[in-house]
Nanobody, 122 residues
């Protein structure tokens, strides 16, 4: 059983920054990839960013590229999402996910956190 726990969400004004953190644990946990997705009210869960422990490659959606940075923590199974120049349309619940490949398709991820709310005011 793998558990993912997110933290760092909150309320911020447009143009501000937040840093999300995710920590994964579990006796059999050996992820290759971790990612962030988000889901706004009335919308589907969408890909935000992903990274891999097999390479230094990172992947971003077009809507956050240049503003958000995903990075691995020092401990395996930890990942950060630095969010800069936040916009009201970034408001959503942000979910951490772990899987075998750094994919944009949420179906490629087996393990999910409970989510953390990010609200950006205009």
């Amino acid at each position: 059983q793998v558990t993912l726990v997110e933290s760092g969400g909150g309320l911020v004004q447009a143009g501000g920054s937040l840093r999300l953190f995710c920590a994964a644990s579990g006796r059999t946990f050996s992820p290759v990839a971790m990612a962030w997705f988000r889901q706004a009210p009335g919308k589907e869960r969408e890909f935000v960013a992903a990274c891999s422990w097999k390479s230094s490659n990172t992947y971003y959606s077009d809507s956050v590229k240049g503003r958000f940075i995903i990075s691995r923590g020092n401990a395996k199974g930890t990942v950060y999402l630095q969010m800069n120049s936040l916009k009201p349309e970034d408001t959503a619940i942000y979910y951490c996910a772990a899987g075998r490949v750094p994919a944009r398709d949420r179906n490629e991820y087996d393990n999910w956190g409970q989510g953390t709310q990010v609200t950006v005011s205009s």
